[in-house]
């Protein structure tokens, strides 16, 4: 409730975005599953909250003070497996702006990676934008530079190289486990919302096990198929 806000169960969703929500949400599950260093998925929910349709869920099994490039690489690709996942299910004609806040935080960590941490060999272990905050109470913090025109292309380019990589990993990925992807979206559509131990059923191709206060019909087959 603290990070997305409550569960607004109130809000109907069309069967379309329902269906698009939940393959939406399997792919960043799916991918955040797979690559390497990345905290577990905790959960996975098409209930809207606050102003997202659903949300994926990853809790961290210990504090964390600093983030290896793998890791942040890891996430990247994550965050963008929903948008991949839009697109090979539904087409690029279909895609929706549900990925737009995935879009920011992606930029944001990939820009991070080059410009503050040093993790392109291009600009090496320089730091070439500094934040500043204002001093004046209801000012925002702003970002000054003092860097060339020909640096911020390069920068720019690199922030560019490492977000194509990693959607096409992330693609790849999804490409792989299509068959889990399908049948989490069809649990997601029947259950709305599954845990971790659902989720590791599934990544295992077992027939993910009904909700523990689950009354309904029998769990979604773990078969590929839209």
């Avoid at 839009?86 to 702006?97: A, H, P, Q, S």
């Avoid at 029947?190 to 309904?216: A, F, L, N, V």
């Amino acid at each position: 409730k603290i990070m997305m806000g409550a569960e607004r169960k109130s809000m109907v969703m069309n069967e379309q975005e329902k269906k698009l929500t939940a393959y939406h949400e399997a792919g960043h599950a799916i991918v955040g599953r797979v690559v390497p260093d990345h905290d577990p998925v905790y959960k996975v929910s098409i209930i809207p909250r606050g102003r997202a349709l659903g949300v994926t869920m990853f809790l961290a099994e210990e504090e964390r003070y600093s983030h290896s490039k793998v890791a942040l690489d890891s996430r990247l690709a994550s965050l963008y497996g929903g948008r991949v996942a839009e697109e090979l299910i539904f087409g690029l004609d279909k895609v929706t702006t549900g990925a737009s806040n995935d879009f920011e935080r992606a930029t944001s960590i990939a820009r991070d990676m080059v410009t503050r941490y040093g993790m392109t060999d291009e600009l090496g272990p320089m730091v070439y934008a500094e934040n500043e905050g204002e001093v004046f109470l209801g000012r925002s913090v702003t970002k000054t530079t003092n860097i060339s025109e020909e640096t911020m292309r390069k920068g720019d380019a690199e922030v560019r190289r490492i977000i194509d990589e990693q959607y096409g990993i992330a693609r790849r990925l999804i490409e792989e486990n299509s068959d889990k992807m399908h049948a989490m979206a069809k649990a997601l559509l029947e259950w709305e919302t599954i845990d971790g131990e659902r989720i590791e059923d599934i990544m295992q191709g077992r027939p993910p096990r009904p909700p523990k206060d689950w009354s309904g019909s029998t769990p979604p087959s773990s078969g590929g198929g839209t």
